[in-house]
């Protein structure tokens, strides 16, 4: 069942299996009123073995690939969608990980990124560890997030 995230009223529908079901609602949250306040675009996501949800999982992991890496945690919940020229994809994860796939779809210099966020008290994942420095930012939704990125090369 689809989940319009509310980031007024934080709620962990959708992800309470997750050590860190709170925090990554809180995550989840802070996406979400971010492309309302950007784009005015509704956050809408459907769980992860949904349909839709496996065809956003199977996108992020096919491109993830292209550093080597698979997520060994589930994948709880997911949303693909567009805004303006720009493709979105955001996979949230039991272990209380974040990622989402950034790709504009015109342009002279197209603009494409994987970005990986961690809930707060999440240690980072041993995939992530040898390959990523995280840095820090606070949230008023989410607490302290880790993240960081890499840029995509092949063509999705």
């Known amino acids: 069942m689809s989940y319009e995230v509310d980031?007024?009223?934080v709620s962990a529908v959708g992800l309470e299996s997750s050590p860190h079901a709170d925090r990554l609602a809180g995550l989840r949250a802070n996406e979400a009123r971010y492309?309302?306040?950007?784009?005015?675009h509704t956050f809408v996501t459907e769980p992860a073995d949904s349909p839709e949800g496996k065809a956003a999982v199977e996108r992020v992991a096919t491109i993830i690939r292209e550093k080597d890496l698979v997520i060994?945690?589930?994948?709880l919940e997911a949303?693909?969608?567009q805004v303006e020229n720009?493709?979105?994809t955001y996979v949230?994860?039991?272990s209380g990980l974040s990622i989402n796939v950034m790709y504009t779809l015109d342009g002279e210099k197209p603009k494409r990124a994987v970005g990986f966020k961690l809930s707060e008290g999440m240690d980072v994942p041993e995939e992530l560890?040898?390959?990523f420095k995280f840095a820090r930012?606070?949230?008023k939704l989410a607490g302290e997030i880790r993240g960081t990125f890499f840029v995509v090369k092949g063509e999705y």
């Open 92 to 94: 949230f994860y039991e």
């Open 79 to 81: 949303t693909d969608f």
């Open 129 to 131: 560890a040898e390959k």
């Open 72 to 75: 060994a945690s589930t994948p």
């Open 86 to 88: 720009i493709r979105m």
């Open 35 to 40: 492309f309302q306040n950007k784009y005015k």
């Open 137 to 139: 930012q606070k949230s």
């Open 7 to 9: 980031f007024t009223n």
